[in-house]
Nanobody
Framework: QVQLAESGGGLVQAGESLRLSCAAS????????MGWYRQAPGKQRELVAA???????NYADSVKGRFTISRDNAGNTVYLQMNSLKPEDTAVYYC???????????????WGQGTQVTVSS
């Protein structure tokens, strides 16, 4: 089983920063992409940022210029540096990875358990 371990969430004040980490482990052949989603209460889950094997990145418009995603391919780890946090960034953040497990012919999506980010005014 592929597992994603998230860390870095917490309670901060507006304007402060957090750095989320997500490490993939298990029987992994390749990780094609990793990213972060978030879901606020009563809201639809949305893509925050993602990075592919080719190095392409994309961000939600609401976080462009404030968040930076990076990936350590050797360590199967993705980071999300979140600066200038706003109360509207409050959500549960989920790590996601498109993984080709060893001895499995196709990729599948794997999710972390989520980490709470709360930004106070």
């Amino acid at each position: 089983q592929v597992q994603l371990a998230e860390s870095g969430g917490g309670l901060v004040q507006a304007g402060e920063s957090l750095r989320l980490s997500c490490a993939a482990s298990g029987s992994i052949f390749r990780i094609n992409a990793m990213g972060w989603y978030r879901q606020a209460p009563g809201k639809q889950r949305e893509l925050v940022a993602a990075v592919t094997t080719g190095g392409s990145t994309n961000y939600a418009d609401s976080v462009k210029g404030r968040f930076t995603i990076s990936r350590d391919n050797a360590g199967n780890t993705v980071y999300l540096q979140m600066n200038s946090l706003k109360p509207e960034d409050t959500a549960v953040y989920y790590c996601n990875a498109a993984v080709i497990p060893r001895n499995v012919p196709r990729s599948g999506d794997y999710w972390g358990q989520g980490t709470q980010v709360t930004v106070s005014s």
